[in-house]
């Protein structure tokens, strides 16, 4: 059993009980994440541990004891050069429901920096209610791209409409000289409007950004070439991900389906159905 000190983990998907919190320990910064962003709420003031129910997240600062990595040989994983593309009509599904690391490099869109909700945050609004949103906005569980709209700490300050000087006031107060600091110009940045400056400074290095929406691995895998087409994502955006999908904790199964995917958006080798073709936007002035 890992020994946690100063910090005790509160997972997102204990609040289905009502005794229950949610999130992760991290002796810096109390923080959530939204379910399949994996972001993380954290508390300063216990030093005893919840049991990890679901989506066990632990900091390498805080954890004492180690368990001791098995003897077992572990398979060595496939290079991508080395796999045979598969037909990728149907995808082969991903399982998010787990928890660590893994989910949140494949469903995250913005960086461990605005990932996290400190806790502060969740008492200003009320838990019910942050946790709520967070499920509903969640892009593990929603198809929201658009920084504003999936979860994460500027689109919940936009939505809860938390006044500036209690984010200034608890962003500040939280500094400690880690490199998940929030900078001055950086609150000044989720403070403001500009949408697409946010996306383009906070953006996963593994998403593909297209103004102010990010699309994560898990979106790309997941959606149709028609909804690349449509939502302006080229085949070299695409083919610029093929190291993220790689390094992917994915099956050998769903890494070859994407890479046929992949080549097949590339090569122009693929036939949009009637079902998945992009909209065509009416336009009432031609008659047809």
Same mark, same amino acid.
């Given at each position: 059993?890992?020994?946690?000190?100063?910090?005790?983990?509160?997972?997102?998907?204990?609040?289905?009980?009502?005794?229950?919190?949610?999130?992760?320990?991290?002796?810096?910064?109390?923080?959530?994440?939204?379910?399949?962003?994996?972001?993380?709420?954290?508390?300063?003031?216990?030093?005893?541990?919840?049991?990890?129910?679901?989506?066990?997240?632990?900091?390498?600062?805080?954890?004492?004891?180690?368990?001791?990595?098995?003897?077992?040989?572990?398979?060595?994983?496939?290079? =991508?050069?080395?796999?045979?593309?598969?037909?990728?009509?149907?995808?082969?599904?991903?399982?998010?429901?787990?928890?660590?690391?893994?989910?949140?490099?494949?469903?995250?869109?913005?960086?461990?920096?605005?990932?996290?909700?400190?806790?502060?945050?969740?008492?200003?609004?009320?838990?019910?209610?942050?946790?709520? =949103?967070?499920?509903? %906005?969640?892009?593990?569980?929603?198809?929201?791209?658009?920084?504003?709209?999936?979860?994460?700490?500027?689109?919940?300050?936009?939505?809860?409409?938390?006044?500036?000087? %209690?984010?200034?006031?608890?962003?500040?107060?939280?500094?400690?000289?880690?490199?998940?600091?929030?900078?001055?110009?950086?609150?000044?940045?989720?403070?403001?409007?500009? %949408?697409?400056?946010?996306?383009?400074?906070?953006?996963?290095?593994?998403?593909?950004?297209?103004?102010?929406?990010?699309?994560?691995?898990? =979106?790309?895998?997941?959606?149709?070439?028609?909804?690349?087409?449509?939502?302006?994502?080229?085949?070299?955006?695409?083919?610029?991900?093929?190291?993220?999908?790689?390094?992917?904790?994915?099956?050998?199964?769903?890494?070859?389906?994407?890479?046929?995917?992949?080549?097949?958006?590339?090569?122009?080798?693929?036939?949009?159905?009637?079902?998945?073709?992009?909209?065509?936007?009416?336009?009432?002035?031609?008659?047809?």
């Amino acid at each position: 059993m890992l020994k946690i000190t100063r910090v005790f983990c509160i997972m997102l998907s204990l609040v289905v009980a009502a005794t229950m919190l949610f999130g992760c320990a991290n002796t810096a910064q109390n923080n959530i994440d939204a379910p399949g962003t994996e972001p993380a709420v954290t508390e300063n003031t216990s030093s005893e541990q919840t049991e990890p129910v679901d989506e066990p997240i632990l900091s390498e600062d805080i954890i004492e004891d180690v368990p001791e990595e098995s003897t077992e040989e572990k398979e060595e994983p496939v290079d =991508w050069n080395d796999i045979e593309p598969a037909n990728y009509e149907v995808m082969p599904e991903l399982s998010i429901s787990g928890g660590g690391d893994g989910n949140s490099y494949i469903v995250s869109i913005v960086n461990s920096k605005l990932n996290g909700i400190n806790i502060s945050f969740l008492e200003y609004v009320g838990y019910d209610t942050a946790i709520e =949103w967070a499920y509903s %906005t969640s892009t593990g569980y929603s198809d929201y791209t658009a920084i504003d709209e999936a979860a994460n700490l500027y689109s919940f300050i936009r939505y809860f409409d938390v006044p500036d000087e %209690t984010v200034r006031e608890i962003l500040v107060g939280l500094r400690n000289g880690r490199e998940d600091d929030f900078t001055d110009e950086e609150i000044d940045l989720i403070l403001s409007d500009d %949408t697409e400056a946010v996306a383009a400074h906070f953006a996963s290095e593994t998403a593909i950004r297209k103004g102010d929406n990010l699309y994560s691995l898990y =979106w790309i895998y997941s959606h149709p070439i028609s909804d690349y087409i449509s939502n302006g994502i080229t085949a070299a955006d695409v083919e610029s991900r093929v190291p993220y999908y790689n390094a992917a904790p994915m099956s050998l199964e769903a890494k070859a389906a994407m890479k046929g995917k992949i080549q097949a958006y590339a090569s122009g080798d693929y036939e949009l159905s009637q079902a998945q073709a992009p909209a065509v936007e009416d336009n009432p002035g031609v008659e047809e």
